[in-house]
C-alpha cells in the first residue's frame, strides 16, 4: 500500500495543491486559499487571505488580499484589488409571492425548504456549461471593493472603479465606476482599440513580452512599431 493512501484526504488535497503551484509558480500569501478545481496558467500571486475557487486564472494575473472569487474566468495579466467579490447569487423578484428561497430551492439556505425540486435559477452563469459566472478578459485591473454580479462579461484592457458594483457587460478597454456601474471612458479610441483588439498581445510568449516590454509605455509608439511591414 502506498504511503499517500494512509494520509487523511485533506491532507492529499493541500499536498497537491502544493505541488501544482510549483509547477506553475503561483505564489500564495498568508492565509490565501484555493481548491483542486482552479487552473492556474502560471506566475500567479494570490495574496494575503484571498481565496479563489473553481475558477480557471490566466497568465501574469494576480488576486489581492482579502478578495474572494468563485467559478471564474479570468484571462492573462489582470490586477485585481482587495476585497473584490463575486458569486452573489439572485432570488425572484416578480412572479413568485416570496423571495426567500425556501419556496423555490432545495438548498435549504435557512435550513429548511418547502419544495422537493428547485424551481427558479439562483445563479447567472457566461457559459452553456453553467461552470463560470463571470468572465474577466486579459489586461482588466479591477480596483478594490468591487462586486462582480452574475453573469457578467468584462472585457479586455478594462478598468473597474474602486468600489463599484457591476451588474451589466462592460465592453473592451471601457473605465466604468459607480452603483450600479456606469462609463465613464473609453482608455482609447475606437482605431486604437480595434488595433489592440486585433493584436492580442497577451498572447505573446514570455520572451517576446520582455524583448518588446520598453515599448508599452507609449501606446501609439507600440502601434507605430509593429504596424511596419515585417513586424
Request: hydrophobic share 40%.
Amino acid at each position: 500500500m502506498k504511503i499517500s493512501a494512509l494520509l487523511p484526504q485533506e491532507l492529499k488535497r493541500i499536498i497537491q495543491i502544493f505541488m501544482s503551484a510549483r509547477k506553475y509558480d503561483v505564489t500564495f500569501g498568508k492565509g490565501a486559499a484555493t481548491d483542486l478545481r482552479t487552473r492556474f496558467e502560471g506566475n500567479n500571486v494570490v495574496n494575503d487571505y484571498a481565496g479563489v475557487f473553481s475558477s480557471v486564472v490566466g497568465f501574469g494575473t494576480y488576486i489581492s488580499g482579502h478578495t474572494r472569487i468563485n467559478k471564474a474566468k479570468i484571462g492573462r495579466f489582470c490586477s485585481i484589488g482587495r476585497f473584490v467579490k463575486n458569486s452573489f447569487g439572485v432570488h425572484p423578484s416578480s412572479g413568485f409571492v416570496s423571495t426567500h428561497p425556501s419556496f423555490f430551492s432545495t438548498k435549504k439556505q435557512a435550513g429548511f425548504t418547502f419544495v422537493d425540486k428547485d424551481l427558479f435559477q439562483e445563479h447567472n452563469y457566461v457559459d452553456p456549461d453553467n461552470r463560470y459566472l463571470i468572465e474577466i478578459g486579459n489586461d482588466v485591473w479591477i480596483g478594490n471593493n468591487v462586486a462582480i454580479m452574475d453573469g457578467i462579461r468584462i472585457g479586455d484592457g478594462s478598468i473597474i472603479a474602486m468600489n463599484a458594483v457591476v451588474t451589466k457587460d462592460v465592453e473592451p478597454y471601457t473605465i466604468v465606476g459607480g452603483l450600479p456601474a456606469k462609463t465613464i471612458k473609453k482608455r482609447f479610441d475606437d482605431e486604437t482599440i480595434e488595433w489592440l483588439m486585433e493584436f492580442r498581445w497577451w498572447e505573446k510568449d514570455f520572451e517576446w513580452l520582455k524583448h518588446n516590454s520598453h515599448l508599452f509605455a507609449d501606446v501609439d509608439a507600440f502601434i507605430t512599431h509593429f504596424s511596419r511591414p515585417g513586424k
